[in-house]
């Protein structure tokens, strides 16, 4: 028996790339898998024509012509992230992953009610979640906190605190992260 996926028009995360160079070849090869809707700055055309990967949706300050098949150019004055993610909600993406070294959840905030954001920078896979938590991990295994105000007070459950911004998982199984002040908080954990 074979299994058939029928994938709607923007059901798939679109990948946002701001910095080629915080993403391995691997890493990237798995965001593409899905044949996601790609997202780029003019910048870097140059790096994904020469690794022979297709774009959708380049964003420029300056005109230039479409040198692919259905290459949507979009013009933008300042800030091509919050640009581009204000495109993708407009037109109604559900989801984005963004490879960045942008990890402020203030510079996010405005966003996450209307599309799931899930950030990758340098091996790191960051995403936002709410109070109650809950996730399964191996021992041993380690998650960060990346990014939370200075006052908020993280109550969890199954991780052991090994500095700062970092926690371990006590045994396998599940680990629970509560808070109160905050509707998000943004944690990492390496990429499998």
């Known amino acids: 028996m074979s299994s058939h996926h029928i994938v709607r028009e923007n059901q798939e995360p679109a990948l946002l790339i701001?910095?080629?160079s915080?993403?391995?070849?691997?890493?990237?090869?798995?965001?593409?898998?899905w044949n996601p809707t790609i997202v780029i700055e003019e910048e870097t055309?140059?790096?994904?024509?020469?690794?022979?990967?297709?774009f959708d949706i380049v964003f420029t300050k300056n005109y230039i012509s479409g040198s692919q098949e259905n290459l949507k150019v979009?013009?933008?004055?300042n800030d091509f992230l919050k640009v581009a993610i204000?495109?993708?909600?407009a037109h109604h993406y559900k989801a984005v992953n963004i490879v960045t070294e942008?990890?402020?959840?203030d510079y996010y905030s405005p966003y996450l009610e209307q599309i799931n954001i899930v950030l990758f920078s340098k091996g790191i896979?960051?995403?936002?979640?709410?109070t109650g938590f809950t996730k399964w991990k191996p021992a041993g295994e380690r998650i960060q906190i990346a990014s939370a105000p200075v006052n908020e007070q993280i109550v969890h459950t199954g991780l052991i605190k090994i500095?700062?911004?970092?926690?371990?998982?006590?045994?396998?199984?599940?680990?629970?992260?509560?808070?109160?002040?905050?509707?998000?908080?943004?944690?990492?954990?390496?990429?499998?």
């Not at 204000?86 to 909600?89: D, G, M, N, R, V």
């Not at 942008?102 to 959840?105: G, K, P, R, V, Y």
């Not at 896979?125 to 709410?130: H, K, M, Q």
């Open 45 to 54: 055309i140059d790096l994904l024509d020469a690794r022979g990967y297709k």
């Open 22 to 33: 915080l993403i391995d070849e691997e890493d990237l090869g798995q965001l593409l898998e």
């Open 86 to 89: 204000e495109y993708l909600i």
């Open 163 to 192: 500095n700062e911004n970092e926690y371990e998982v006590e045994n396998d199984g599940l680990f629970v992260l509560q808070f109160s002040q905050e509707k998000y908080i943004l944690i990492g954990e390496k990429i499998a």
């Open 74 to 77: 979009i013009s933008y004055g």
């Open 102 to 105: 942008q990890l402020d959840i």
């Open 18 to 20: 701001e910095d080629l």
């Open 125 to 130: 896979r960051y995403y936002y979640v709410t």
